[in-house]
C-alpha cells in the first residue's frame, strides 16, 4: 500500500500549483481521500476531502481557491491550488480512508508547499 504526494514547490502569492497524490495497492475507488496540510509549529489541518461517490467538501480558508479531484481509473487524486497565499505554505498530506472499514487507513509521505515572493 503506497500514497506519493508531487506537485509541490515555490510559488509566488497569487500563484498555483497542482498536487497528486498517486496510490497503489489498494482499491482506490472504494476510499474517502483527504487533504491535509501542516505548517511549521501548527496542527496537521483538513483542507479538502472528496469521498469515494465524488461529493467533496473544504476548509473555508480554502473555498474558492481549491477544486480536489480524483481519477479512479488512474488511482490518483488532486488538488488544485489557485490564488495562492502566504499562508498556504505547509506540507500537505494526503490520506485515503476505506468507506466503511476504519482500520484501512493510509497517509502519503507529504510534499512541500511554499509561498513567497
Known amino acids: 500500500v503506497q500514497l506519493v504526494e508531487s506537485g509541490g514547490g515555490l510559488v509566488q502569492p497569487g500563484g498555483s500549483l497542482r498536487l497528486s497524490c498517486a496510490a497503489s495497492?489498494?482499491?482506490?475507488?472504494?476510499?474517502?481521500i483527504t487533504w491535509y496540510r501542516q505548517a511549521p509549529g501548527k496542527e496537521r489541518d483538513l483542507v479538502a476531502t472528496?469521498?469515494?461517490?465524488?461529493?467533496?467538501d473544504y476548509a473555508d480558508s480554502v473555498k474558492g481557491r481549491f477544486t480536489i479531484a480524483r481519477d479512479n481509473d488512474k488511482n490518483t487524486a488532486y488538488l488544485q491550488m489557485n490564488t495562492l497565499k502566504f499562508e498556504d505554505t505547509a506540507v500537505y498530506y494526503c490520506?485515503?480512508?476505506?468507506?466503511?472499514?476504519?482500520?484501512?487507513?493510509?497517509w502519503g509521505q507529504g510534499t512541500q508547499v511554499t509561498v513567497s515572493s
Open positions: 472528496i469521498i469515494y461517490d465524488g461529493s467533496t
Open positions: 490520506r485515503a480512508r476505506h468507506k466503511w472499514a476504519r482500520s484501512l487507513d493510509y
Open positions: 495497492g489498494f482499491t482506490f475507488s472504494s476510499y474517502t
